[in-house]
């Protein structure tokens, strides 16, 4: 009997993982260049961390997490995103001592949300997180690095940002927000209605469409943030601006975790459909303090790699191709033999390619060649092995160019360091780039404190 895997948790088979190796390639590039390093963290964690951390009254936590009884022990989940993980290592292993870090990850998370086009029981993240620094020129920075991946991918993506304000103001904002819903309650759809009591700000978050009247209508947060909060949003703004990142300042964009404060942005793109954000993220100035560690604020973001690779799909972009260098064509036994050898040679100097130990028919070797995306496949027979010379015929356009076989490593060697360079190979910043304090005094959580 044949079993099926699990429900909203999908194979990626290797033609597709060639996509998703180029996303997970370019996004080490360009992180490197940002100063961020990575981090892997288990997952499986306790329960009681996302709880905590992303908030008990969210759908992630209270509806989607895998959850379970680890032998009659300790209740142990899934990890549904990666932020509450990440945070916990960086507390548990001391790494605030060292001061500001910037972290990323990639991995898969697990919400056992209703499956659906972009929307999976598995899916997986490539996040960053920044910690020690609540300065709003991080925010900024980090959207740009986000705004820079994109770009180098050929992505089209939309920034949306907000603010969603802080314990300042945002309780006096939720009691508004409450009331007001609570007075609309009959012209809101059921999920709405639990949404209330439970997690109001979601309720802006609504899509059905007979509750968007009331929901442009509801009291705006932006118009309710305190002196601090509106100064941080200029700043981000400022720090785009100077960066040349365009966004769209979106007052009703909330975000489905609790964790955040002030800043919180997405970036959505019309090739998604209904699940149209291909990454999220903001600021979490409270987090490290709530888990157990001193203050620190922090922001991150997490993008979803099946969402990504269904963006670069739909525009048409072929998975890189993975093909070997050349194919080893044999005529003869003589010609099978000293595939073997070429074969071995090149690929102690680092070319890859490829044989069909099985031989047969040349005309059926040449499909081969083509299947596994040779770019060139090489007859070896006898008359080869005596003469010591052979001719590369191109897969593709069946042109060919004799070859000495002697020179064949050095050849393919020089074509294949031709190929496009990777521009940015970065293990370390190289350049550490010291500021003047020129922007206006902005009013950070550690001078509210009275901290500085
Ligand atoms: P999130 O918005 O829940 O944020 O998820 C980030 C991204 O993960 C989404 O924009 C989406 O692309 C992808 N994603 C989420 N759920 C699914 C799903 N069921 N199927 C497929 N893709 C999905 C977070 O997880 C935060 N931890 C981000 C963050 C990091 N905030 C601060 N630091």
């Given at each position: 009997?044949?079993?099926?895997?699990?429900?909203?948790?999908?194979?990626?088979?290797?033609?597709?993982?060639?996509?998703?190796?180029?996303?997970?390639?370019?996004?080490?590039?360009?992180?490197?260049?940002?100063?961020?390093?990575?981090?892997?963290?288990?997952?499986?964690?306790?329960?009681?961390?996302?709880?905590?951390?992303?908030?008990?009254?969210?759908?992630?936590?209270?509806?989607?997490?895998?959850?379970?009884?680890?032998?009659?022990?300790?209740?142990?989940?899934?990890?549904?995103?990666?932020?509450?993980?990440?945070?916990?290592?960086?507390?548990?292993?001391?790494?605030?001592?060292?001061?500001?870090?910037?972290?990323?990850?990639?991995?898969?998370?697990?919400?056992?949300?209703?499956?659906?086009?972009?929307?999976?029981?598995?899916?997986?993240?490539?996040?960053?997180?920044?910690?020690?620094?609540?300065?709003?020129?991080?925010?900024?920075e980090q959207i740009a690095l986000l705004a820079?991946?994109?770009?180098?991918?050929?992505?089209?993506?939309?920034?949306?940002?907000?603010?969603?304000?802080?314990?300042?103001?945002?309780?006096?904002?939720?009691?508004?927000?409450?009331?007001?819903?609570?007075?609309?309650?009959?012209?809101?759809?059921?999920?709405?209605?639990?949404?209330?009591?439970?997690?109001?700000l979601r309720v802006l978050d609504c899509k059905?469409?007979?509750?968007?009247?009331?929901?442009?209508?509801?009291?705006?947060?932006?118009?309710?943030?305190?002196?601090?909060?509106?100064?941080?949003?200029?700043?981000?703004?400022?720090?785009?601006?100077?960066?040349?990142?365009?966004?769209?300042?979106?007052?009703?964009?909330?975000?489905?975790?609790?964790?955040?404060?002030?800043?919180?942005?997405?970036?959505?793109?019309?090739?998604?459909?209904?699940?149209?954000?291909?990454?999220?993220?903001?600021?979490?100035?409270?987090?490290?303090?709530?888990?157990?560690?001193?203050?620190?604020?922090?922001?991150?973001?997490?993008?979803?790699?099946?969402?990504?690779?269904?963006?670069?799909?739909?525009?048409?972009?072929?998975?890189?191709?993975?093909?070997?260098?050349?194919?080893?064509?044999?005529?003869?036994?003589?010609?099978?033999?000293?595939?073997?050898?070429?074969?071995?040679?090149?690929?102690?100097?680092?070319?890859?390619?490829?044989?069909?130990?099985?031989?047969?028919?040349?005309?059926?070797?040449?499909?081969?060649?083509?299947?596994?995306?040779?770019?060139?496949?090489?007859?070896?027979?006898?008359?080869?092995?005596?003469?010591?010379?052979?001719?590369?015929?191109?897969?593709?356009?069946?042109?060919?160019?004799?070859?000495?076989?002697?020179?064949?490593?050095?050849?393919?060697?020089?074509?294949?360091?031709?190929?496009?360079?990777?521009?940015?190979?970065?293990?370390?910043?190289?350049?550490?780039?010291?500021?003047?304090?020129?922007?206006?005094?902005?009013?950070?959580?550690?001078?509210?404190?009275?901290?500085?």
């Amino acid at each position: 009997m044949k079993i099926a895997g699990v429900k909203g948790m999908n194979d990626v088979l290797p033609a597709e993982v060639a996509r998703w190796q180029e996303m997970e390639r370019v996004a080490r590039e360009v992180f490197a260049l940002y100063g961020y390093r990575e981090v892997r963290t288990p997952v499986v964690e306790p329960a009681q961390l996302f709880a905590r951390g992303v908030g008990e009254a969210t759908d992630i936590v209270n509806k989607e997490m895998y959850v379970f009884e680890d032998k009659g022990e300790e209740l142990l989940a899934l990890r549904p995103e990666g932020t509450a993980g990440t945070v916990r290592a960086f507390i548990e292993h001391g790494a605030y001592v060292e001061g500001p870090q910037k972290w990323f990850y990639l991995g898969p998370m697990f919400r056992r949300e209703r499956p659906q086009k972009g929307r999976y029981r598995q899916f997986h993240q490539i996040g960053c997180e920044a910690f020690g620094i609540a300065e709003p020129f991080l925010d900024a920075e980090q959207i740009a690095l986000l705004a820079d991946y994109f770009a180098r991918l050929g992505v089209v993506a939309t920034l949306k940002l907000n603010s969603v304000g802080d314990a300042s103001c945002r309780p006096a904002y939720l009691a508004k927000l409450k009331a007001y819903l609570v007075g609309r309650k009959a012209e809101l759809c059921p999920d709405c209605n639990e949404r209330i009591e439970r997690n109001p700000l979601r309720v802006l978050d609504c899509k059905v469409e007979a509750c968007q009247p009331v929901l442009n209508a509801a009291p705006k947060l932006l118009e309710e943030l305190c002196d601090g909060c509106r100064a941080h949003l200029d700043q981000v703004k400022a720090g785009l601006d100077a960066l040349g990142v365009a966004y769209r300042v979106d007052g009703r964009l909330v975000r489905g975790l609790d964790y955040y404060v002030r800043t919180a942005y997405e970036f959505t793109s019309d090739a998604l459909g209904s699940q149209s954000a291909v990454a999220g993220g903001g600021r979490y100035d409270r987090l490290v303090e709530t888990l157990g560690g001193p203050p620190t604020p922090g922001i991150g973001f997490a993008l979803g790699e099946e969402r990504l690779a269904m963006i670069l799909e739909k525009a048409g972009r072929a998975p890189p191709a993975t093909g070997p260098a050349v194919f080893f064509v044999s005529a003869d036994a003589e010609g099978a033999m000293e595939a073997l050898r070429r074969a071995a040679e090149l690929r102690k100097a680092g070319v890859a390619c490829d044989l069909d130990p099985r031989g047969g028919k040349m005309k059926a070797q040449f499909k081969q060649a083509e299947r596994v995306g040779a770019r060139w496949a090489l007859v070896l027979g006898g008359e080869e092995v005596r003469s010591g010379q052979g001719k590369l015929k191109d897969v593709k356009t069946r042109e060919e160019k004799a070859v000495a076989l002697g020179e064949l490593v050095e050849l393919l060697r020089r074509s294949a360091s031709s190929g496009p360079a990777s521009t940015f190979r970065a293990p370390g910043p190289w350049v550490a780039i010291y500021s003047a304090r020129t922007s206006a005094p902005v009013d950070t959580p550690r001078r509210r404190e009275g901290k500085s």
